[in-house]
């Protein structure tokens, strides 16, 4: 056989000539007619390239699990221990936790457990509805003031008080810790390139790897508790701020950092007098996606003994009381709008100079807003101790619609049970277990063979042999076969909440009413916690991979409507104009204009589908999947470390691997385009 020549090597290393393509895809094609032949063919032809062979399997797990046994039992610094360092972290977080949880729910204490003594009571709910209104009046006005109030109004109306301060007592304390480390980590990546090399992969499998994944080692570090809670909660949601620091800082405006080196600022100086204060618009879209994330972990967290909304949520799922389950997420969702319409409120004054205090010296006139908080917080106290009874709201004038909700899943169950069965039977029997059956017999060789064709197809040879690595270290560790099943239901659901969402965006696009009240519907799915999709697909379905994909396609449907709806509305009018100047159709119109142009943005939205599907797909494997979502779980439950890291690690690949596929489809639609 001759040697390739130089230009088509050249072809294959860089992927641009025609005739590298053509090769590529001729490879591709190939690759995938060799695995399914060898698929209609059987394991007769080669067992090994069907099942990884168990002798040659990588035992991660055991090895991660004796390390950190090591690390709790062996591991030193010299004059401190590492467990040493984990109660100190422990102990300092545990600090404002209580005197948080002291003064929002329970009361400063006295003793401990059964035996404390309440001596002085917390806030009362009336008092901290007045605090948070007067927040909101000084950050956006009376409408804002009136939104928040409404929220905190739900809590102590439909008795969910005492739970909605136990999580915002984490949220006080998870968040500014997420927020300070996340911006001290992006100045860090700023400064020092080194630093961001080194974070950037960290980053990307923080925010793949399902969140169970995070406690499995958490609780084995921590205990159970609200602290080993909160440190989970920092963990998950300090990314974003991370990349949101790096991206503000980078679009500070060179004329702003020139002025700085003009005046001599030295480099401390530099940092927090101008750099900082530069990109404080940025910041906060930070701290708003921060505080959004600590939201969303609040019921996994009550898994590790968080307490608060996420524990009602989970003891409802638990005994399938969908009443008390919603009213539960419901009351998250009330403290998500109101927490994430304070922080857009406040990222907007801060970004406004005129808002800056006058230079009177006294603090009532410099901070009135500041001053009334204090004084609302001292009446409350004093009130309490005068009068118990005005510290909550007594259970008599206490709302519940959880019996209406009861009654509703009831009707539907008598009525529609012969018809919902039938569904979910035909469903199962002629779209799911073909489908999974399919790609649980594909060999492994081949889909590693495969996906390494299609990543040096769209992006090269790193992209290659990323994608060939990470499908390896899958079938390495011996968690192939429920990768696939993590597949098969993430493919299926993907594809539905595609099916649904990309005509609603289209249908959205050009109605800018429906678009407005599209947006609220879209926001109010993003806020409700995942847990709360598979409260109603159990009530109806019952458990097993059907209700999964239920709960997964109502989970992931929200990107595919945004992202095709943006996409399209980005449009130039001039191209849509000269294309019906030219006699096309709005069919035409639409598929051969609207759609092509959008198309980046419609590979945008797949890839963020995939991603919520796959978040979702985790938290599906307490309603009875067997995929790596259900392997993260058990580990959690018997605190086996190496065994969640390493099924977290493949969900994570699973995610990193479709992401960097699409993600260079997209930009190579980008350059043809342009």
Request: some cysteine; charged content about 15%.
């Amino acid at each position: 056989m001759s040697a390739l020549s130089a230009p088509t090597l050249q072809a294959l290393e860089t992927g641009s000539p025609a005739s590298g393509k053509r090769f590529v895809d001729i490879a591709l094609a190939l690759a995938a007619f060799a695995m399914l032949m060898a698929w209609w063919l059987g394991p007769s032809i080669g067992k090994w390239a069907f099942d990884y062979p168990r002798a040659w399997q990588i035992p991660a797990a055991r090895h991660i699990s004796g390390w950190m046994k090591w690390l709790v039992n062996e591991a030193s610094f010299g004059l401190f221990s590492f467990t040493d360092l984990t109660r100190l972290t422990a102990d300092l977080i545990d600090i404002p936790y209580t005197f948080t949880l002291s003064l929002l729910s329970t009361g400063f204490l006295s003793g401990q457990g059964s035996a404390a003594v309440q001596i002085v009571p917390p806030i009362s709910y009336l008092g901290v509805i007045v605090l948070v209104g007067l927040m909101g009046y000084y950050a956006g006005g009376a409408k804002l003031a009136a939104l928040v109030v409404t929220c905190f109004g739900f809590f102590a109306a439909f008795g969910q008080w005492s739970s909605a301060m136990v999580t915002l007592s984490s949220i006080l304390v998870a968040v500014p810790i997420g927020v300070v480390l996340g911006l001290l980590l992006g100045l860090a990546g700023y400064r020092f390139a080194w630093v961001e090399r080194a974070i950037s992969p960290l980053l990307d499998l923080m925010q793949t790897i399902p969140i169970f994944a995070y406690l499995v080692p958490i609780l084995f570090l921590f205990g159970f508790g609200p602290t080993a809670a909160i440190v989970g909660t920092i963990i998950y949601a300090m990314p974003p701020m991370v990349r949101i620091t790096l991206l503000g800082l980078r679009a500070v405006p060179s004329e702003i950092r020139d002025l700085g080196q003009m005046v001599g600022c030295s480099r401390r100086q530099m940092t927090w007098k101008v750099m900082v204060p530069s990109a404080v618009d940025a910041l906060m879209v930070g701290v708003n996606q921060v505080i959004m994330l600590s939201l969303n972990m609040v019921i996994i967290a009550s898994m590790i003994g968080a307490g608060g909304l996420g524990f009602d949520v989970l003891a409802a799922l638990r005994r399938l009381d969908i009443g008390a389950g919603f009213e539960a997420g419901f009351a998250i969702v009330a403290l998500a709008v109101a927490l994430d319409r304070l922080s857009q409120a406040f990222a907007r004054k801060a970004g406004d100079p005129s808002a800056m205090s006058t230079s009177d010296d006294r603090l009532m006139q410099r901070h009135p807003y500041l001053t009334a908080g204090l004084a609302v917080i001292v009446f409350s106290l004093v009130a309490s101790l005068i009068s118990p009874a005005l510290a909550t709201l007594p259970d008599s004038l206490t709302l519940s619609t959880g019996s209406f909700w009861n009654e509703v899943v009831k009707w539907i169950n008598i009525n529609f049970f012969d018809v919902l069965e039938a569904i979910r039977t035909t469903l199962l029997i002629h779209l799911l277990v073909p489908i999974k059956r399919f790609l649980a017999e594909l060999p492994w060789l081949g889909v590693v063979a495969v996906l390494a064709i299609a990543g040096f197809r769209l992006g090269g040879l790193r992209l290659a042999v990323l994608a060939a690595t990470l499908s390896f270290l899958i079938a390495a560790t011996g968690q192939w076969e429920k990768a696939m099943v993590t597949v098969y239901l993430c493919g299926i659901a993907v594809i539905i909440a595609c099916l649904i969402g990309i005509p609603i965006g289209i249908l959205a696009a050009e109605r800018e009413r429906l678009w407005r009240w599209l947006q609220v519907v879209i926001d109010t799915l993003q806020t409700l916690p995942s847990f709360v999709y598979l409260m109603p697909a159990v009530m109806l379905f019952r458990v097993g991979d059907f209700t999964a994909l239920i709960a997964i396609v109502a989970y992931a449907v929200a990107p595919a409507i945004r992202y095709t709806a943006l996409g399209i509305q980005r449009v130039d009018p001039k191209v849509v104009e000269a294309g019906r100047a030219m006699g096309c159709t709005p069919l035409q119109i639409l598929t051969k204009i609207k759609l092509k142009l959008a198309l980046p943005e419609l590979m945008l939205g797949l890839n963020q589908t995939i991603m919520f599907a796959l978040s979702m797909l985790v938290i599906t494997a307490l309603v009875g999947t067997r995929d790596l979502g259900q392997e993260v779980y058990i580990a959690l439950t018997k605190a086996d470390t190496g065994r969640g890291i390493v099924a977290g690690l493949a969900v994570a690949f699973i995610a990193i691997i479709a992401d960097r596929l699409i993600s260079a489809g997209a930009a190579r639609l980008r350059e043809r385009m342009a």
